[in-house]
């Protein structure tokens, strides 16, 4: 089965972390990635919780939320947590206090920069989800994470822990200093030396699985992404994630004609093979 978080994927694979940090660990730390202040939390989306308190957001104001491809779907970790403390809107408006960016799986969103200058003008919050991307940059090399006033982190989806985030910040803030979780820390500092095999990995899987799969990709994929999912449209969508269900844990946005395949890294090109076989039987039956 090929999983979508990369500590299942062990499991599954019954993978040695240990010889796997041994054999491809390098010398990285997580302060080279992340810009400013940062803290470790329980998940991302107490990354969130913790940004809407200090914030404090309230019933009547607003947060943009937008996404990569301005896809529909917007993920309730993020959407019902933001709604447990303010409205949720997918356009600005005058009540706007917050604009949340998600740069979705990994690839940057399009007008992150144009929305840092909208931010700075309208005195506005601005937040990057970068849950499914570290060391992930937009076309400009601008690293995602590095223009908001908080950026949030998921490394459960970035490294292969069963739980934790990453809460960053530009500006000292006690608030946040003083919630910072060490379990998290501890095992977050020592799987992070995989960090370049994991986005090496990924970035294989996804250059695989564009040249065996014929279909228009929903992302535009460069040199500068450490890419989370490859996406791609079909009108035969649904056949594919009912049949396939059984060799993959596809990514579900409910999001009609799009299939959402999980770039894990430790995943070989033959665990893809069967699945690859499936889908081109399927779209051709």
């Given at each position: 089965m090929i999983r979508i978080l990369p500590y299942y994927q062990l499991l599954e694979k019954q993978v040695d972390i240990e010889k796997v940090i041994s054999d491809y660990g390098k010398p990285l730390h997580i302060r080279d990635f992340i810009d400013g202040?940062?803290?470790?939390?329980?998940?991302?989306?107490?990354a969130i919780r913790m940004i809407m308190e200090y914030e404090r957001l309230t019933r009547w104001d607003e947060v943009y939320i937008t996404t990569t491809t301005?896809?529909?779907f917007v993920s309730t970790c993020v959407s019902a947590t933001i709604f447990n403390y303010s409205k949720i809107s997918r356009v600005l408006t005058e009540n706007t206090k917050m604009i949340?960016?998600?740069?979705?799986f990994g690839f940057a969103h399009p007008r992150i920069e144009e929305l840092r200058a909208l931010a700075t003008k309208r005195n506005l919050v601005l937040v990057e989800d970068c849950a499914f991307a570290v060391d992930s940059c937009n076309e400009n090399g601008l690293r995602l994470g590095s223009l908001g006033d908080y950026a949030i982190y998921s490394l459960s989806k970035i490294l292969p822990m069963k739980m934790g985030g990453i809460l960053a910040f530009?500006?000292?803030?006690?608030?946040?200093?003083?919630?910072?979780?060490?379990?998290i820390e501890e095992e977050a500092d020592r799987l992070f030396c995989l960090?370049?095999?994991?986005k090496k990995?990924?970035?294989e899987n996804y250059e695989y699985l564009e040249n065996k799969l014929n279909f228009e990709t929903i992302y535009k994929n460069t040199f500068l992404t450490n890419p989370f999912m490859f996406g791609f449209k079909t009108e035969k969508y649904d056949y594919i994630i009912k049949k396939c269900s059984q060799i993959c844990e596809f990514g579900r946005t409910h999001v009609k004609n799009e299939v959402h395949i999980p770039l894990n890294p430790f995943?070989?090109?033959?665990?893809?093979?069967?699945l690859i076989e499936k889908i081109e039987e399927i779209v051709h039956a």
């Open positions: 202040y940062y803290i470790f939390t329980k998940s991302g989306r107490d301005d896809s529909p949340f960016v998600i740069h979705s530009k500006k000292r803030i006690d608030y946040f200093l003083h919630q910072n979780d060490p379990s960090l370049d095999f994991i990995r990924r970035r995943i070989d090109f033959k665990d893809y093979d069967m």
